[in-house]
């Protein structure tokens, strides 16, 4: 995982769809920053989708913004009116089964290497990465915390019915850019990877699990994110 600032971690910290590279991975930084996107049409096309992902998906009726507005409006209800710090995140992480798609998030995440394993370590990667998620994100939120979203220029077409939202988020006076990028799924949107201060989620994981991959294979990388996946939060 590369290094990061102190800007893109306080940037992180505000990000509602926060969804962090892992801690236990590290790497050298790289000499060139990679541009604020998400992954490429031939990145997408590059993994073989699951059953389920195959496209044309139906197109939401709902528009993306709209979509992104009422998840924050959730978000700071359920912060507002959760009485406890484990009751809110019980309350984000059943949120966050119904707007992560965490089968692509993993079969990107994962790149080339996700067309070579079974089924069972398929669901087995997946279920650690859906734990790593929720426990890097239901731990950003504390009762009563607020969260102010703006928006930027219209909703940026993305391959495939994709989509991509920009904002400016701000908690007290801080603030950070944050893309969240959506796929359509059953006719709504559902979030697949988000860009924090030029950092692509999917990307960065992408990184760190190839960095591991190559130097411990695939046990060690089970190894890894098991321990990650188990971390009290």
Do not use: C
Not at 12 to 32: Q, S, T, Y
Not at 205 to 229: C, H, Q, V
């Amino acid at each position: 995982m590369n290094m990061m600032n102190g800007k893109t971690v306080q940037a992180m910290f505000l990000a509602v769809f926060l969804l962090a590279p892992p801690a236990f991975a590290k790497a050298k930084k790289p000499k060139a920053p990679e541009p604020a996107t998400v992954p490429s049409r031939e990145e997408l096309k590059a993994v073989p989708p699951d059953r389920g992902h195959a496209q044309p998906e139906v197109k939401p009726t709902q528009a993306p913004q709209k979509f992104v507005e009422s998840l924050y409006g959730r978000m700071n209800a359920l912060s507002k009116d959760s009485p406890t710090l484990d009751a809110l995140h019980a309350k984000i992480g059943e949120e966050l089964k119904t707007i992560v798609d965490y089968p692509e998030m993993a079969r990107l995440a994962l790149g080339q290497k996700w067309t070579e394993i079974d089924a069972a370590q398929k669901a087995e990667f997946l279920g650690y990465l859906t734990r790593m998620v929720q426990n890097t994100y239901v731990k950003r939120f504390k009762p009563g915390q607020a969260i102010d979203i703006q928006y930027g220029a219209a909703p940026k077409q993305l391959p495939d019915d994709r989509v991509q939202v920009t904002s400016t988020i701000t908690v007290g006076k801080t603030s950070a850019e944050v893309q969240y990028a959506l796929r359509p799924s059953q006719g709504k949107w559902v979030v697949y990877d988000i860009v924090v201060d030029e950092a692509s989620q999917v990307q960065t994981y992408r990184r760190s699990f190839k960095n591991i991959l190559d130097k411990e294979g695939w046990p060690g990388l089970m190894t890894r994110m098991k321990k990650a996946a188990e971390k009290k939060v």
